[in-house]
């Protein structure tokens, strides 16, 4: 068509006013479908084509979504920022990603950020943040936290199982024979990091095992102190033959501390990450591991999002937690406990 086609024209060929049109494109109109549909012809045939920002000045909408991450560069985030990527730009949203780096007071500063920017709502994966904090902001706009179980008007969490998790990983451990099973865990300011060890003591009471402090060592989630710990536990000369890591970062870690001390896994020490990163299936040998399905977790905080701006309440939930048995892992031949 020569000329630019405009909401009034939408309007006048489908008989209602340009306002209504309006809010059925940004969806906030309470019509019936027969006129929905009569608006959508129109659309059809005219070649209308909507601006974003027009759209959203005229809905109160900016049509972008704040997403407060940890470490963009992170393996298992940024398949999770890929998922909401993924599943915003399907409905007309742009994502603002900001990292918190683990840190309360940045992450505030990162939330100040984005409501500056005038987002229609925001996704916190994880983090510092207090329950406290993350209530007030829901009453300002609505938010989607993931990694915690909270409840609040204007908000939905989205938790997945840790505890469960590492209690598969450590009853799989123990069903192969070993005993003396060593955990790196992860920063216990992190809920998931607290459960993960929560998880691991509980296999081992279940089984009747005392739980041995001296063989639960602090990590970072980096693979810097999974190697650091196991250097640690081989200096200790503390009796293990397997390692559970809280993630599979600090699991590769592990592996090459290991290596670097002339062990093999599994053959001399059985190994288990958590995470089922990418890589998991193609490290040497490939990693034992719990799947958590970084992507869908990424899909379903951006779902929740967009039911919570449109109205709706959200209903989604993580999958269980399911051990990924790979060839990092053996049954304890006696002799080669550490």
Not at 4 to 24: F, W
Not at 52 to 76: E, H, K, M, N, Y
Request: glycine share 8%; proline share 5%.
């Amino acid at each position: 068509m020569g000329s630019k086609v405009t909401l009034g024209m939408v309007a006048e060929a489908c008989g209602v006013s340009p306002s209504t049109v309006s809010r059925i494109l940004n969806g906030t109109a309470v019509v019936s479908p027969e006129k929905r549909e009569a608006v959508d012809k129109a659309i059809a045939e005219l070649g209308f084509v909507p601006n974003p920002i027009a759209r959203g000045l005229a809905g109160g909408r900016t049509l972008s979504v704040g997403v407060v991450t940890q470490a963009i560069d992170s393996p298992f985030y940024g398949v999770a920022l890929r998922g909401i990527e993924d599943e915003l730009s399907t409905a007309g949203y742009s994502p603002l990603f900001v990292s918190g780096h683990w840190n309360e007071a940045e992450e505030a500063r990162c939330i100040d950020v984005l409501r500056s920017r005038r987002v229609d709502g925001i996704i916190v994966l994880t983090g510092r943040l207090s329950d406290d904090a993350l209530r007030d902001l829901a009453h300002q706009m609505p938010v989607v936290v993931t990694g915690r179980t909270m409840e609040a008007a204007g908000l939905y969490a989205l938790d997945f199982n840790s505890f469960e998790g590492a209690r598969l990983a450590t009853h799989h451990l123990l069903s192969l024979g070993h005993r003396e099973i060593a955990f790196i865990s992860g920063p216990q300011v992190h809920p998931d990091a607290m459960e993960r060890l929560r998880g691991y003591k509980s296999a081992l009471a279940a089984a009747g095992i005392k739980f041995k402090s001296a063989l639960v060592l602090p990590g970072t989630y980096q693979e810097e102190s999974g190697r650091m710990a196991v250097e640690r536990l081989l200096d200790s000369r503390l009796k293990f033959s397997a390692i559970f890591a809280a993630n599979d970062q600090m699991a590769f870690g592990a592996a090459l501390a290991l290596h670097r001390r002339g062990l093999r896994v599994p053959d001399d020490v059985s190994l288990v990450g958590f995470d089922d990163l990418a890589i998991a299936s193609h490290s040497v040998p490939p990693l034992t591991t719990i799947h958590q399905a970084s992507h869908e977790l990424g899909r379903l905080a951006a779902i929740s999002l967009l039911e919570l701006l449109s109205g709706q309440t959200p209903t989604a939930k993580l999958p269980e937690p399911r051990l990924i048995a790979r060839s990092s892992t053996r049954a304890l031949v006696a002799s080669v406990a550490h």
